[in-house]
């Protein structure tokens, strides 16, 4: 069989229907052509014009020019390809209260309102509809693959219909459980974690990946949610990550230093925030090889200890850190908005640092912030070998980009115009594990109007049960 160009528009539907027709087929390929290609990967770079092969699950080839026989061909001209992003923290579960509360003041409010008041109410069918709202807009907004830090596992049937919700999407899903903060719960967490692993992380679902999730500290919670040795041998017994969320302030930096003694720290545990740290805390951090998940806009935005993304400290120690989306319950959904608020607040403190002296800022740049929304989250999340870059050989996660909308034209830098241009109406593509996710500029395989009524119809519930 010979290759068959077919091109976005029009023919969009054509190549959709060839590309599904052979989605059992390990050897089915399909070649994007003509696009500008920024890999992500230092060996390879950008390709100011290239094609991009993929073939099955896999990115088979990235060159100037591929000559490939039996190949759905898609004219990728006017396009950038990059890597999908990676979301390395959201509250999945919350996102049927989007935006609920904007204008939020600090953290207490924050618990209060959310992990105190809503979260108790959650039924496991919630729980399945908030997750699955988060990993389709995920998708729609290029995000890939997706870490749900799932703290609202009441019973097993809520922990089963979070982790049910990210497979029916088809997102590369990262499921962190962790036990709630409040109200009445079976207590079977982290025990319930075995057979987390067993029914669904065991290597047949291969999209999914399994890590405890934690908190920090005892303030909030107790400490029987709190990382230290009982988590960290869990964890260690089923071959796991940890991802530790509520990294603030003294408290913190006093258990980053007692982790260090313990020997807790290391490539396999993640820090969320990581907000208001001290410097020995951040030395420990960076010779241990820890990963930092940062929330730009949940620190600027909430408030959280400095309010100030921790991406400086992190840099300082040799930590290039993932980016996080957090709640969406005040804050925006998209990795555009994380990207450019950590780019923008970062050259702004730079600047300010110096100003009316004759030093020169440090700043970062828009390379870097793409880096850390791809490549370096896919390290944070423990699937860098998987994902991150448009590597010959890892999983086919990627996006393919408009540039000649009218937001996006004429393409002169394509970093630039990723990180400071585009947004989710650009994004015509989405490959997840080789597989369309979002084609022609629709998500696929979901019927939208029943969706509506589920995410309504659970936000009712909700009202309703805070409100009797």
Request: glycine share 10%; aromatic share 4%.
């Amino acid at each position: 069989m010979s290759s068959e160009t077919i091109t976005h528009e029009p023919g969009a539907a054509e190549a959709l229907e060839q590309i599904r027709r052979r989605s059992r087929d390990p050897r089915r390929r399909i070649l994007f052509t003509n696009a500008t290609v920024v890999t992500m990967d230092p060996g390879i770079g950008i390709l100011d014009r290239g094609d991009l092969l993929v073939e099955g699950d896999t990115i088979a080839a990235v060159r100037p020019r591929l000559e490939v026989e039996d190949a759905v061909v898609v004219d990728a001209t006017g396009t950038i390809i990059i890597p999908g992003f990676v979301d390395t923290h959201r509250h999945a579960w919350q996102s049927q209260l989007r935006r609920i509360m904007p204008d939020v003041d600090d953290l207490a409010s924050y618990v209060t309102v959310t992990l105190a008041g809503y979260a108790p109410l959650y039924g496991a069918e919630d729980m399945y509809v908030g997750t699955r709202l988060a990993a389709l807009s995920a998708i729609d907004s290029g995000i890939t693959c997706m870490l749900d830090f799932s703290h609202n596992s009441r019973t097993r049937e809520h922990s089963d219909a979070a982790v049910e919700a990210l497979l029916d999407t088809g997102v590369r899903g990262v499921h962190a459980s962790m036990g709630p903060h409040f109200g009445a719960w079976d207590q079977q967490w982290p025990k319930d974690l075995a057979r987390l692993k067993e029914e669904y992380a065991d290597g047949s679902h291969r999209m999914l990946t399994l890590r405890v999730g934690a908190l920090a500290t005892d303030e909030v919670a107790g400490p029987a949610l709190a990382y230290g040795p009982e988590l960290a041998r869990a964890a260690k017994e089923l071959d796991i990550g940890v991802s530790v969320d509520a990294v603030f302030g003294a408290a913190s930096s006093r258990a980053v230093q007692a982790w260090a003694r313990q020997g807790l720290l290391g490539p396999h545990l993640t820090l969320i925030h990581a907000t208001g740290l001290t410097g020995e805390a951040w030395r420990l951090v960076g010779d241990s090889g820890t990963t930092v998940s940062l929330a730009p806009t949940s620190d600027a935005q909430i408030g959280l200890e400095t309010a100030i993304p921790a991406v400086d400290e992190a840099l300082a120690v040799g930590v290039r850190p993932g980016l996080s989306i957090d709640v969406e319950v005040a804050l925006a959904g998209d990795m555009f908005t994380q990207m450019r608020a950590l780019h923008t607040v970062q050259r702004m403190r730079a600047v300010n640092a110096v100003y009316g002296t004759d030093a020169v800022p440090t700043r970062i740049g828009v390379h870097d912030v793409l880096d850390f929304a791809t490549l370096q989250g896919a390290r944070t999340n423990g699937l860098e070998e998987l994902t991150g870059s448009l590597t010959p050989g890892k999983r086919a996660d990627l996006l393919v980009v408009s540039a000649e909308d009218l937001n996006n034209m004429p393409l002169n830098d394509p970093v630039g115009t990723v990180v400071l241009g585009a947004d989710a109406r650009n994004i015509t593509t989405v490959l997840v594990d080789g597989e369309p996710r979002k084609w022609n500029g629709q998500v696929l395989d979901v019927d939208l109007a029943a969706l509506r009524e589920q995410v309504h119809d659970s936000r009712g519930r909700l009202l309703a049960r805070l409100g009797s």
